[in-house]
């Protein structure tokens, strides 16, 4: 699979690392960067496109080209004064999507005032997690209940816009089960299967994760 989308991975710690890797190898184009050298070379062979370099230094973000690059992680929850450089310059830059690891609620705060469009809590939320969440196109969040098993909610395809479940019949299509219909931040728990969906409409599912591709 070849994900077009390109992703930076800004420290490679643990959580970075998982992140970086699960998006390698989900075919996605990803800048791997890291302010330690040792660790760059320890990685290069699973991430091929990794830099030693100080994301704080704006002249550094330019060179890097990370302008270019559609989503930023910055997985370093340990230095807040350098998560909230790196998140301020990447947006001044123009990255669309910058998702920063924080170590508590006040980093929290902060990094999403100075810009974060989305601060996730390791604890919550491994990086593998997130890098699935990231390739999965149209998908809004995914917790794995098993090593087989999937609750997805995913976002109403265009082209079930105006149709209805019992029309779609997506649980002989793609083996899933809907179990919930989440519109205007209210979760509908009775479904009507012959209501028409709407594209502002997400689908709360839970599948086999081996089918997962043939949603995308």
Not at 7 to 31: C, D, M, Q, S, T
Not at 61 to 85: C, F, P, R, W, Y
Not at 126 to 131: C, D, E, M, P, Q
Not at 159 to 181: C, H, P, S
Request: neutral net charge; aromatic residues 4%.
């Amino acid at each position: 699979m070849s994900i077009s989308k390109s992703y930076a991975v800004f420290g490679l710690g643990r959580y970075g690392l998982a992140v970086a890797k699960e998006l390698v190898n989900n075919g996605a184009e990803v800048l791997a960067v890291d302010a330690d050298e040792n660790i760059v070379n320890s990685v290069i062979n699973d991430i091929p496109f990794c830099k030693c370099a100080d994301i704080t230094d704006a002249e550094v973000v330019k060179q890097l080209g990370i302008a270019n690059i559609d989503t930023v992680i910055i997985a370093m929850a340990n230095n807040l004064e350098a998560s909230v450089m790196a998140v301020m310059l990447c947006k001044e830059v123009g990255v669309k999507t910058v998702i920063a690891k924080c170590a508590n609620e006040t980093h929290r705060k902060i990094l999403s005032k100075v810009g974060a469009d989305k601060v996730v809590f390791p604890e919550y939320e491994s990086g593998t997690r997130l890098a699935k969440n990231l390739v999965s196109s149209g998908f809004v969040d995914m917790v794995e209940l098993s090593n087989d098993v999937a609750l997805i909610e995913l976002d109403v395809k265009s082209e079930w816009v105006g149709k209805t479940l019992m029309d779609l019949n997506l649980r002989k299509k793609y083996g899933l089960n809907v179990i919930a219909i989440r519109q205007a931040d209210r979760l509908q728990i009775s479904i009507d299967p012959m209501a028409q969906l709407d594209k502002d409409m997400q689908l709360v599912v839970i599948m086999n994760t081996a089918k997962i591709k043939a949603l995308k």
